[in-house]
């Protein structure tokens, strides 16, 4: 049985898609099957930032109406070995994703997979709550702004109360925090909430903190998962967040205005 | 306001009190009518429904046939969970149809009740009786949750989140921060407050006296205060 992980933040432009991609791929590169599903119907981006939108045939939607089999619709990475994409339909809209057609697929994705990442729709609409559903756990994508953690706040309150797992009085969905485009020159100056601010309204456990960095638009116009580009901040930031989603301590970077050198001080508790 | 009737280690007391109550003034004769727009206020807000006691006030369909429906109606709201408890304003044949659906009626406008009903008056007690005290809520509430203590305290041991929304008909304790709203005695317990350890509420409210961010003084910002009511109409916080 695959886990199953929805990327989500309420907000929109905050970097989902960007961080779906990454992990996905940092995922598959550290040995576990995996796959990346678009929950975005009728605004398809997760194609773009892999690299693969001139291969997509069949999509998403297609499987749910059972037009196309699973098989024929995933995409395999050609760079990392155990990847593959689901995209999402462009021509379609979120009400193409019914209750039984995302549980029966994500049931034939967890037989062959590790992870599924479920790349979540903005908004908290039919398509964020279908990606979130069936979840097992959840990573809050938010950026250091109070509009962005007000929306992240909105949607912990609802992955505790309408996920699948709440529904059935399981153990509640694992929920953790990454925080992107952090500008430790701009938290300095004050314009910025901090890491310490946000988790205290948020109060939920910290995965990693992504410097805002040109890099990430670079890779996403070429198509690159931006943990490819190893040599980059972003990259590098979303390198350690893998790690410690697969249970490794790693320092957390990118914290202190970067003259101060590139590694930051331990966070925190 | 109450009037005891009490013995000395009596198992039972009868008193008379003076509740609030809710009233469900039935503007329509026609029951589907009816059924359709309760069934839309409930989407608003169900857990404020949800076994609430109401008085039918049919002053303004006592013309009507509608005191042929009452058994039906009653049944219809008790299966969306309210407790109908009596009816007023009905004339002599809403009192028959009143017995026959198993509630009181209060006679005329006055408090005093006349239950009539057999069941009806073992049906009020109970519901007396199975309220609790407080509720406790361990996790913390988000933006766009809402949380209410019926009939008693709300405790909550965790951070309240702007955008939240805390209501009790009792006092509320934040063991935690309190950046959303909150509402104490929203059913007009004007003794009720509100505790908090760290205080950055959008709104507080003490039985309908309210104050927003906006006018509190930079002094209890962040600081552990309560939330009073003084004279009536003025809402005093003031640290721990």
């Known amino acids: ?269 | 306001m109450t009037q005891a009737t009490q013995k000395a280690n009596s198992p039972l007391e009868l008193k008379g009190r003076m509740m609030t109550l809710t009233v469900l003034r039935l503007l329509d004769p026609s029951v589907e009518v009816l059924a359709r727009e309760l069934d839309r206020r409930m989407q608003d807000a169900p857990d404020f429904f949800r076994h609430l006691p109401v008085i039918l006030d049919v002053e303004a369909v006592d013309d009507s046939d509608l005191h042929q429906d009452l058994p039906g109606l009653v049944g219809l709201l008790r299966a969306r969970e309210f407790l109908p408890v009596a009816i007023r304003g009905g004339g002599e044949q809403w009192n028959a149809a009143a017995r026959e659906a198993g509630v009181g009626v209060f006679s005329g406008g006055s408090e005093v009740p006349a239950v009539r009903g057999q069941t009806g008056r073992p049906r009020a007690v109970q519901e007396q009786a199975s309220v609790s005290p407080s509720t406790v809520v361990e996790q913390p509430v988000r933006s766009g949750q809402q949380v209410y203590a019926r009939g008693g305290d709300l405790i909550v041991l965790a951070p309240v989140s702007p955008g939240a929304e805390l209501l009790a008909d009792g006092n509320i304790h934040v063991y935690g921060s309190l950046q959303g709203r909150a509402l104490a005695g929203v059913r007009g317990d004007t003794g009720a407050r509100i505790f908090c350890q760290k205080f950055g509420a959008e709104l507080v409210s003490v039985a309908g006296t309210y104050s927003v961010s906006e006018q509190f003084e930079e002094s209890v910002r962040g600081a552990a205060v309560q939330v009073s009511l003084r004279d009536g109409d003025v809402l005093d916080i003031r640290p721990l």
């Open chain 1, 1 to 269: 049985m695959a886990r199953i992980v929805v990327i989500t933040s309420g907000k929109g432009g905050v970097g989902k898609t960007t961080t779906s991609a990454a992990l996905a791929t940092g995922l598959a590169k550290a040995g576990h099957r995996t796959a990346v599903v678009d929950f975005d119907v009728g605004l398809r981006n997760l194609d773009l930032v892999m690299g693969c939108e001139r291969r997509v045939v069949y999509d998403f939607v297609n499987v749910i109406n059972q037009e196309a089999t699973l098989n024929q619709a995933l995409i395999k990475d050609k760079r990392v070995p155990g990847l593959c994409i689901l995209a999402a339909s462009q021509t379609r809209d979120k009400d193409a994703l019914t209750d039984d057609g995302v549980a029966r697929v994500l049931k034939e994705l967890s037989e062959d997979n590790d992870f599924i990442v479920c790349d979540s729709p903005a908004g908290i609409e039919r398509g964020a709550l279908m990606a979130m559903y069936h979840a097992d756990e959840a990573i809050v994508v938010t950026n250091p702004e109070v509009s962005s953690v007000r929306d992240s706040d909105r949607v912990l309150g609802i992955l505790s109360s309408k996920s699948r797992r709440a529904e059935e009085g399981r153990e509640p969905i694992r929920e953790r925090l990454l925080l992107t485009r952090y500008a430790a020159e701009r938290v300095a100056q004050g314009d910025m909430l901090s890491v310490e601010d946000v988790q205290e309204i948020l109060g939920i456990e910290l995965l990693g903190v992504v410097p805002e960095s040109k890099a990430v638009l670079n890779a996403s116009n070429a198509g690159i998962p931006v943990i490819l580009e190893e040599d980059t901040d972003a990259g590098q930031a979303y390198q350690d967040a893998v790690a410690r989603f697969l249970g490794e301590e790693r320092p957390y970077r990118f914290l202190d205005v970067q003259k101060k050198g590139l590694f930051g001080r331990l966070f925190g508790s």
